[in-house]
């Protein structure tokens, strides 16, 4: 078995092989795009640029302004995919994020506080440390402020687990309970006397575990609903026996059924639990976690932990103090920090398309002053001129849309196992991040205005 409070390990610090390969990529880009305007500059016809008053621009310049041009709008339908695609990945982690802060865990997190002790390693074993286990207990639940409190070997969504192998008399197994030769794997939590209470955790049948139960070691146990509907279907299992092991181990009796609560993680389907006294396995105790229900803010409760435990012995350190909620917010601090990445990328990338439309439209619209100033000439009111150069943008963006949301389709299936709740095609995502991406087209807004408001006397003369 294993339990205990469970840390997620993700390091954070700046990797001097992914700084210099950003650096490098960065400092190519720069050149690559660089080389164009240089190689442009190197063609220039010299001969009329020196002329005196000369009305065209050098030869070839109508060229590479087509050219120019040309690039630019592959690069905004490139911009706009891109920001898509960030923007479908952002929405997703965001969803995966939300999905998981409501997941019900089964139990009330709030107002409890954890702490965890291994008195082993100070010498106590045996029945005396069962003894300092229960004097401890009840010092804790004597705390002014405290309403309950109790004790397991394993806290529950701390990405810890402990698993036992036990036998059911009479159980036929079934495909996908994942048993051998009859022996099923199960979760197990050894606690003390209030364990269910204090955690918040609803008796649907049955009855909890005692004190005399818990004191004497006793044979008896409670189960989850997972355990009693997967093992025996629709039969009342209160009363019902199952072995620890082969079916010659230990015999134990189920007397209660409880509500299920996650086990591991928020993540993982909850898993038939079983719930035994922790005296009943006390030669193997080590590390033990101790959980408070508190009147109020839990952390005002952690001084008085701490003076309760040197109250017994000063010798056992406490090894972590914390609420259930942090607990619970360890277990995701990978979600969180994808979200606030990728949604600080998607923004951005979503700003810098805004800016890439509306710089590319307005150095179309500068070039096609001639134009304009003659479809002016020949009738066109403002309006047509402004809904010519907006329905462009519009082009351009629908066009950077239908690329963005198929490459999503593809690429956010990469992502499917860091997801919850949802699939990695959702469409309510896809949805929102090409709505968002539409705002895009606004940004064309102002060129197409300033098209529209051309003098057609002065557009004629322009050249």
């Given amino acids: 078995m294993s339990s205990g409070l469970g840390l997620v ?19 190519l880009t720069g050149i690559l795009f660089g080389l164009s305007p240089a ?28 050219l120019r041009l040309g690039l630019g709008k592959t ?31 089964g139990f009330n997190e709030r107002n409890l506080v954890l702490f965890s002790i291994n008195p082993t390693r100070d010498g106590y074993k045996g029945q005396r440390l069962e003894g300092f286990y229960e004097s401890l207990h009840d ?11 109790s004790l397991s070997s394993s806290v529950l969504i701390s990405g810890g687990e402990g698993i036992s192998a036990i036998s059911i008399p009479g159980y036929t197994p079934q495909p996908g309970d994942g048993s ?7 979760y197990v939590n050894g606690i003390g006397d209030g364990f269910f209470e204090t955690m918040g955790i609803p008796l649907l049948l049955g009855r909890t575990l ?11 146990a409670v189960v989850n609903e997972v355990f009693a509907r997967n093992f025996f279907a629709k039969l009342n299992p209160v ?19 409880v509500g299920n609560t996650k086990y591991t993680d928020l993540r993982q389907e909850v898993p038939p639990t079983v719930y035994y006294s922790y005296a009943a396995a006390v030669e193997g105790l080590g590390e033990m976690n101790f959980e408070l229900r508190t009147a109020g803010n839990p952390k005002d409760w952690t001084s008085a932990v701490r003076d309760t435990v040197e109250g017994i012995d000063k010798g056992v350190p406490l090894l972590f103090v914390k609420t259930q909620v942090e607990q619970i917010n360890q277990t995701l601090f990978q979600e969180p920090l994808f979200a606030r990445l990728t949604s600080f990328l998607g923004l951005l990338a979503a700003l810098l398309g805004c800016v890439g439309v509306y710089g590319i439209m307005a150095f179309a619209t500068s070039q096609r002053t001639r134009e304009i100033g003659i479809r002016m000439a020949l009738g066109a009111n403002r309006t047509e001129i402004l809904g010519m150069v907006l329905r462009e943008t519009s082009v351009l963006v629908a066009i950077g849309i239908a690329a963005g949301t198929l490459a ?25 991040a090409a709505l968002l991406m539409v705002a895009a087209a606004l940004a064309g807004y102002l060129p197409a205005r300033r098209a529209s408001r051309v003098d057609p006397i002065v557009a004629l003369r322009y050249e």
């Fill in 39 to 66: 190689l442009r500059s190197t063609r220039v016809d010299l001969t009329p640029a020196l002329k005196e008053g000369a009305g065209r621009v050098p030869g070839a310049h109508e060229h590479y302004r087509g």
């Fill in 180 to 186: 051998r030769n009859g022996i099923l794997s199960v």
């Fill in 139 to 149: 010092r804790l639940k004597a705390i002014p402020g405290v309403r309950n409190a």
């Fill in 75 to 105: 690069l905004v339908v490139t911009q706009v995919a891109l920001s898509l695609l960030l923007l479908v990945g952002a929405g997703l982690f965001v969803r995966t994020l939300a999905n998981l802060q409501n997941v019900d865990a």
């Fill in 9 to 27: 390990n993700l390091s954070i610090t700046p990797d001097s092989w992914v700084l210099g390969f950003t650096a490098a990529v960065s400092l």
């Fill in 239 to 257: 009363g019902r026996h199952f072995k620890w092991g082969s079916t010659s181990g230990k015999e134990v009796e189920i007397v209660g059924v």
């Fill in 210 to 220: 005692n004190p005399h139960d818990i004191a004497s070691s006793s044979s008896v």
């Fill in 408 to 432: 999503a389709l593809g690429a956010s299936r990469l992502v499917a196992s860091f997801l919850f709740g949802l699939k990695p095609n959702d469409p309510v995502t896809i949805a929102g």
